[in-house]
């Protein structure tokens, strides 16, 4: 069945520093890969998607591309700020369902 | 535009009880999914419903059951309630009427069985 896989966290950067979580997947198909963001005590929040090979998402500064051969799905962003502390989610849908698969989430802490 | 609402925030609950969860999607959604969310996992995929039926469903017992209201809003309802149980209950919805779109979440019920 399909699967995610994401780095395993916590991950505790400094203001300003690059940013990388990677996701690599398995799945039949040609799924679309997501990134969702959980703040505390909220819900989730698609942070940016792509659904074909080669594809970038970006949304606030974050981009993740869609690479087929390597499947993979990595989140980067060149500076991090306090405001981006967070858990971080890799997630796909595919095989004609549009139920989500998620990976196990990534911590993120920021300190200034 | 209000986005998806779920009720109730917060839930405690006695081993063996049974539970229903509401959910209200996004204005202009059809479909409804539910996913359990463990302290420190991903959300795990329960069922989904459309035309006020379940579409597809996860690996859940079938102690975890559904239903999709004529407005588009939905339950869902938990029986024999087990300590494992507890967990946050994610409501997401979207519109298939166009094919795959994008999956809106609520906040969230924070459910504990004690």
């Known amino acids: 069945g399909n699967s995610v896989t994401q780095m395993e966290g916590p991950v505790t950067l400094s203001e300003e520093a690059f940013l990388t979580i990677n996701c690599t997947y398995t799945?039949?198909?040609?799924?679309?890969l997501f990134w969702y963001v959980q703040y505390p005590g909220e819900g989730l929040q698609l942070l940016l998607k792509?659904?074909?090979?080669?594809d970038k998402g970006s949304n606030k500064g974050f981009e993740a591309t869609y690479r087929k051969e390597t499947t993979s799905f990595h989140l980067e962003k060149g500076s991090v700020q306090v405001s981006d502390s967070a858990v971080y989610f890799c997630?796909?849908?595919?095989?004609?369902?549009?139920?989500?698969?998620f990976g196990q989430g990534t911590r993120l802490t920021i300190n200034p | 535009d209000a986005g998806v609402t779920q009720s109730p925030t917060h839930l405690i609950k006695t081993r063996g009880q049974q539970v229903t969860l509401r959910c209200s999607p996004k204005?202009?959604?059809?479909?409804v999914s539910w996913y359990q969310q463990a302290l420190g996992q991903g959300p795990q995929f329960i069922f989904q419903?459309?035309?006020?039926?379940?579409?597809q469903r996860g690996n859940f017992p079938d102690r975890f059951s559904g239903h999709q209201f004529p407005n588009y809003s939905s339950e869902l309802n938990v029986n024999a309630l087990l300590l494992g149980d507890s967990a946050l209950y994610l409501c997401?919805?979207?519109?298939?009427?166009?094919?795959?779109?994008?999956?809106?979440f609520g906040p969230g019920t924070r459910l504990t069985v004690t």
């Open positions: 204005s202009g959604h059809d479909t």
């Open positions: 419903y459309y035309e006020e039926e379940e579409r």
């Open positions: 997630a796909l849908s595919g095989g004609g369902a549009q139920k989500l698969v």
């Open positions: 997401a919805s979207s519109f298939l009427g166009q094919g795959q779109s994008e999956q809106y």
């Open positions: 799945a039949t198909g040609y799924p679309s």
């Open positions: 792509a659904t074909k090979a080669d």
